[in-house]
C-alpha cells in the first residue's frame, strides 16, 4: 500500500507514452519529399529555399522528440523516487511501530 497519493502506474504509463511520442516524432522524414520539391525546381531560388526550410523543421522535430524523450526520462525517475521515498517513510514509520487505524 503506498503512503503517498502518487499513482506509480500511471506516472509509468505517462513515461511510455513519452518515449513513444517521442520515437514516432523521431521517424518523421521531412527531408525525403523535400529532396522532390527542390528537384522539381531545378536552377531557381525556390528549390534551395525548400532545402533550407527542410533543414530547419527537420531540427526543430529533432529537438521535440529529444525534449519529449527527456520528459519521459525524468518521468521514470519520479516514479522511482516516489516508489523509493514511500517505501523508505514505511519503513521508518514501521521502526516506530506506528501504525493507521486501518492497519
Keep these: 500500500m503506498a503512503l503517498f497519493q502518487a499513482d506509480i502506474d500511471q506516472i509509468t504509463a505517462l513515461a511510455r507514452t513519452l518515449a513513444d511520442v517521442s520515437a ?3 521517424a518523421i522524414d521531412v527531408r525525403t519529399p523535400a529532396q522532390a520539391i527542390a528537384a522539381a525546381l531545378p536552377g531557381t531560388p525556390l528549390g ?24 519521459g526520462t525524468a518521468m521514470t525517475a519520479v516514479a522511482a523516487d516516489v516508489t523509493a ?4 517513510f514505511r519503513q521508518r514509520l514501521d521502526g516506530l511501530k506506528f501504525h493507521t487505524g486501518g492497519r
Design 48 to 71: 534551395a529555399a525548400c532545402a533550407q526550410a527542410t533543414e530547419y523543421t527537420e531540427g526543430a522535430w529533432l529537438r521535440v522528440s529529444q525534449r519529449t524523450a527527456q520528459l
Design 24 to 26: 514516432q516524432i523521431d
Design 85 to 88: 521515498t514511500d517505501d523508505t
